[in-house]
């Protein structure tokens, strides 16, 4: 049985609806990708509001700390802007040869006006804290660039609907966001001058020296080295001069102790932080072959060929850990690292370096809170 | 919204100090200007000697049950 008309009037509008739904499809075959761009741009909105909250945080903690240090003769939140924003041109790579003097002439320049830049600005600090600070700055600029990319993607997306570079910084956003969150705690670390996971090389190669009798003297710019005997065998141990945070220059010096030792160098040993992948315990010890050294590859190259000339191998022991635990405050299982690495190091040298040798033994990382041993 | 929680947490350090005149090692939170393989003057807590050497400078991890879910992957 039925009653009459009011089933059949239910029927007849649900076909209705489907119909519509099915016209919109048809006639406007954009629609779902529509909706789905307007669902991504939600949520990147979201996200970089997240994004930009962080920046600013990070940039008025900056001010806050240059503050201190500052003489109060100048307009900091307008000096730190025009820092944010500056920038460097990489070389031209259409003919290569000699990019990599050229490159490396760039950066110099780079960084030594982006420290005087800080120096300017804090007259009251001292030449550690100055590099901490200039540290610090770079915090801030690293943060600053990611928001203001993802903020071109965003409106770019948005003016153009295009769902396809919406996507695309879509698909980026969960590590993007990770490595915001690294800024931002590596900004405290910095404030304050904490040691990061990424001193965890220098850390092991003062560790290796402590207490021990050495010669200690700068052998290139932010540079040190430590010399001794252990074994019958002397040990040139590089590492950047602590506790101001920088990274010295490590391929100047492992070139200038060849160039002096020459033949007797047999071999360079290099200690550093490496990304770990997903799933790897942080902290791990691993060895391996190569120059074990990150940045833009100026020291890597220069430290590659200096090895080839006079045939050194070259050791790496590297510790793994995040690229977030690598500029926030160093945890306990990289300290502990550290001390595995030392015995590490000094087992390869016995293993193969025969007596009356000599060997450079390489820290590589960010002295910020680190010390001479 | 984005920031909660666990994330806005700021990692606070601890410093840790050996005493140069009985080297019992103890610890306390991180405070601006310390630095590893420094020497500070503070009091000792278990001899009363004043010259302390700091021998380390980190985050201490609460021991994880995610170290042993991981030996099963
Ligand atoms: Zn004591």
């Not at chain 1, 760039?106 to 982006?114: C, G, H, K, P, R």
């Not at chain 1, 060849?258 to 902290?283: F, H, P, Q, S, Y």
Request: proline fraction near 3%.
């Amino acid at each position: 049985m039925q009653i009459a008309g009011q089933g059949d009037l239910l029927t007849s509008l649900i076909q209705l609806v489907w119909l519509l739904f099915l016209m919109i499809f048809i006639l406007y075959p954009n629609f779902s990708q529509r909706l789905q761009l307007s669902y991504i741009l939600r949520d990147l909105e979201r996200k970089l509001y997240g994004l930009k909250r962080i920046r600013e945080e990070v940039r008025s903690r900056v001010i806050e700390t240059l503050r201190k240090y500052s003489d109060g003769n100048v307009d900091l939140e307008k000096e730190v802007d025009q820092i944010l924003l500056s920038f460097a041109i990489t070389p031209e790579s259409m003919d290569p040869y000699g990019i990599v003097y050229k490159l490396e002439h760039i950066v110099n320049t780079w960084e030594d006006t982006f420290e005087e830049n800080v120096r300017r600005l804090c007259p009251k600090a001292d030449r550690e804290r100055a590099k901490t600070l200039t540290n610090l700055v770079e915090v801030a600029r690293g943060i600053d660039y990611l928001y203001r990319v993802v903020r071109h993607y965003y409106l770019l997306g948005k003016k153009t609907s295009n769902i396809y570079i919406v996507l695309q910084i879509q698909m980026l956003m969960p590590q993007l966001m990770e490595i915001a969150e690294a800024y931002r705690q590596a900004c405290y670390a910095f404030m304050q001058g904490q040691p990061v996971g990424d001193g965890v090389g220098v850390l092991a190669a003062a560790k290796l020296v402590e207490g021990l009798e050495k010669k200690t003297y700068e052998v290139a710019k932010d540079t040190i080295v430590h010399e001794l005997m252990m074994d019958g065998k002397k040990l040139f141990v590089l590492r950047a001069a602590g506790p101001g945070g920088t990274v010295g220059k490590p391929a100047d010096g492992i070139i200038k102790i060849i160039e002096n030792e020459g033949e007797r160098v047999k071999a360079i040993v290099m200690i550093d932080a490496a990304l770990k992948l997903e799933g790897e315990d942080t902290g791990k010890v691993v060895e391996g072959i190569g120059a074990a050294i990150g940045g833009i590859g100026v020291d890597k190259f220069k430290i590659e060929e200096i090895a080839k000339k006079y045939n050194i191998p070259l050791y790496a022991l590297v510790i793994y850990e995040s690229i977030g635990e690598a500029i926030t405050p160093m945890k306990e299982s990289i300290a502990k690292a550290a001390e595995e690495v030392v015995e590490r190091v000094k087992s390869i040298i016995r293993s193969k370096v025969e007596e009356g040798a000599s060997v450079i033994i390489a820290g590589i990382g960010n002295t910020v809170g680190i010390g001479l041993s | 919204m984005f920031p909660s929680g666990r994330e806005r947490q700021i990692l606070n350090p601890l410093t840790f100090l050996r005493c140069l005149s009985c080297s019992t090692i103890n610890s306390r939170p991180f405070r601006e200007g310390d630095y590893v393989f420094g020497e500070v003057e503070e009091k000792c807590p278990k001899c009363g000697g004043d010259r302390m050497r700091i021998v380390g400078i980190y985050v201490k991890e609460p021991e994880q049950r995610e170290k042993r879910q991981k030996q099963t992957l």
